[in-house]
């Protein structure tokens, strides 16, 4: 368990923590290439996913408090096997993720200084990064708290500036989208004004652009008064992170039309076009460009560093459970699982290494490895949440278990809501991102992610059902010992 620790964590800085954790500037433009219809989506996915996961991660988070959060939710409610399966998505997709985004630290750097870099200084500067955020990962949040406060800060300012160059844009020259009827706004509805299943896909990106809340839940030991802290940081962030997420969305969507929009520099060419639009001069706009792309950079290093507390927690509980190797569960001196952040380092800076090579020495086609590294990790992130809402519903059946803590009033039909509806929405979130078309067309593209979401399946199986039997094992031998001593303290 963790070592007591002198510091602390206030109600200030959990709320700027959820917003650096949960605001993520990276996945902005591949939400806004939804088109004018994401408002809609917006709409839905709030009241749906939002505001059911971010109660039920507080009434969880405050009832049963520990820095294991979702892992020792799912153990209370199905036992250590399917908490050995959260930890394994959990875990897997954080160095894909990563990964990623030492890729597009690499994209943005060049794109905001107009210079082009060869692999080796690309593979350095990839490297360097996920070793800042592996290093950054061994504090504790309180420690650290001054990086995910300014992190959050700065998403303020480029999301809200961003948000401004578009609102005065489409006041003074109009939209690069406009919406010619209301079918437009419709989600699921094709050009032709059928109904289209491929909309559908817009679930997973919207839903990634909320997960987080769980994590906060993991600070509890940081804070003075958990039972109250964590439910007003979350709603008080919710409510931050709902109003940047649009207003930053907005204003991509009146800058590029959606043909041209980029999934990874579409948050830099979209302040770009705004600034072009409006008449700023060449040199305002270079020297804009590296302040907001200096200020994107620096949140892709708070926004892991503010994630990793919560993620190296839950693994290191597991590694406490024995669902995961013994050696994940060492501390520091200040109670913070170490070994998790290092793994991470280790096989993000791998990913990040051979998908440098192959794209240099292999094949050209492999162009947009932010998004296939993306992909994947949010098909296994996804994965991670699955059994979440149906432990809420099992747990929540036995009552209150802390005085004080946060708990979700209303009667059946409301908490069942609460429980299936999130988990119907991350199905189908799921399932269209593995298999976006009905047609045989979609495998041509999709089949990398399809095979890497399998494998990934196949080897958290393999880690879970080994770690298990070797708990039974060791159980069983733990079990004929006492009851040899008990016979022998008979016979005696």
């Known amino acids: 368990m963790p070592k007591k620790h002198k510091y602390k964590f206030r109600l200030f800085s959990a709320v700027l923590a959820t917003v650096c954790i949960i605001l993520v500037g990276d996945a902005v433009a591949p939400t806004a290439a939804i088109g004018n219809s994401q408002y809609i989506w917006w709409l839905i996915m709030i009241l749906g996913f939002f505001i059911p996961y971010g109660l039920i991660s507080a009434e969880l988070g405050t009832q049963y408090p520990s820095e294991g959060g979702m892992y020792t939710w799912v153990k209370k409610a199905f036992g250590e096997k399917w908490a050995g399966r959260v930890a394994w998505f959990y875990w897997v997709n954080y160095p894909l993720w990563v990964a990623s985004l030492a890729n597009l ?22 490297v360097g990064y996920i070793f800042l955020v592996s290093v950054l990962g061994c504090l504790r949040i309180s420690q650290s708290d001054w990086l995910s406060n300014l992190g959050a800060i700065c998403k303020f300012i480029f999301m809200a500036g961003l948000g401004g160059l578009g609102i005065y844009v489409l006041i003074t020259q109009g939209t690069a989208n406009p919406v010619n009827s209301w079918i437009d706004l419709l989600p699921m509805v094709g050009e032709d004004g059928g109904f289209d299943f491929t909309g559908l896909g817009f679930v997973a990106l919207i839903i990634f652009n909320m997960l987080g809340f769980e994590v906060v839940s993991t600070f509890a030991d940081d804070m003075d008064n958990p039972k109250k802290e964590i439910p007003k940081a979350i709603i008080l962030g919710g409510v931050l992170i709902a109003f940047f997420y649009i207003l930053a969305s907005f204003g991509i969507g009146v800058a590029i039309p959606l043909e041209e929009l980029s999934s990874d520099s579409g948050l830099l060419d979209s302040y770009s076009q705004l600034m072009s639009i409006i008449g700023f001069s060449a040199g305002a706009m270079k020297a804009i460009m590296i302040v907001i792309g200096g200020l994107f950079i620096y949140t892709l290093v708070a926004n892991i560093s503010s994630w990793n507390f919560g993620v190296n927690s839950v693994i290191a509980y597991a590694a406490e459970d024995g669902t995961f190797p013994k050696s994940w569960a060492k501390r520091t001196k200040d109670g913070v699982p170490y070994v998790p952040s290092i793994w991470t380092g280790v096989v993000g800076a791998v990913i990040a290494v051979v998908g440098i090579l192959l794209a240099e020495f292999v094949s050209d086609d492999i162009t947009n490895l932010f998004w296939t590294f993306f992909s994947l990790s949010l098909v296994s992130l996804l994965l991670a949440y699955v059994p979440m809402f149906m432990a809420f519903l099992k747990l929540h059946k036995s009552g209150p278990r802390t005085k004080g803590g946060y708990w979700i009033e209303g009667g059946k039909i409301k908490i069942t809501l609460f429980g299936v509806v999130p988990f119907l929405l991350l199905m189908i979130a799921l399932f269209f991102t593995l298999f976006p078309e009905f047609n045989l067309e979609m495998f041509e593209y999709n089949w990398p992610l ?16 080994n770690m298990s039997r070797k708990n039974y094992q060791k159980r069983s031998r733990t079990t004929r010992k006492t009851t040899t001593r008990k016979r022998a303290a008979v016979r005696r």
């Open 450 to 465: 399809i095979v890497g979401g399998c494998i990934t399946i196949i080897i958290g199986e393999i880690i879970v059902w």
């Open 105 to 126: 630290v690499t994209t943005y750097l060049m794109q905001m200084l107009g210079i082009e870099m060869t692999w080796s200084i690309i593979l350095a500067i990839q």
